[in-house]
């Protein structure tokens, strides 16, 4: 029997679908190494801090209907795969860190997006 996997996703920004090229989620924990000094001449431990999730898009330049991804505050950003029965993800209160463009020789026109969020949540 085959294995299924994760596949394609759909990205929304405030209930408006984008086409994006990459999408890469990620959340820091917030802890940190606590290093004394003692005997064993090594850290012993560390200490809880804040999460933080941060997404970083990779969008494609639309002719018409240009996104203004700088302006972006408080949204909701909302990963869902196209597989059938598999759980949806979402960003809460997603503000834009960073905002640039990229373009190569052989691909179109994209624009890259740092966001935030400041919770996480499946569904």
Partial sequence: MAEKYAGMIVLEVDGQEI?????DPKEVTGRKLVKGMNSTGRALGYAQGIKEWTIALSAVVPLEGVIDW???EDAKLTIYPLNQGEQ???YLGCFTTEVGQSYTVD???TQDIQVTALNRVVE
């Fill in 107 to 109: 691909n179109e026109a």
């Fill in 70 to 72: 700088a302006a972006i």
């Fill in 88 to 90: 949806r993800v979402s």
């Fill in 19 to 23: 086409e994006i090229t990459k999408c």
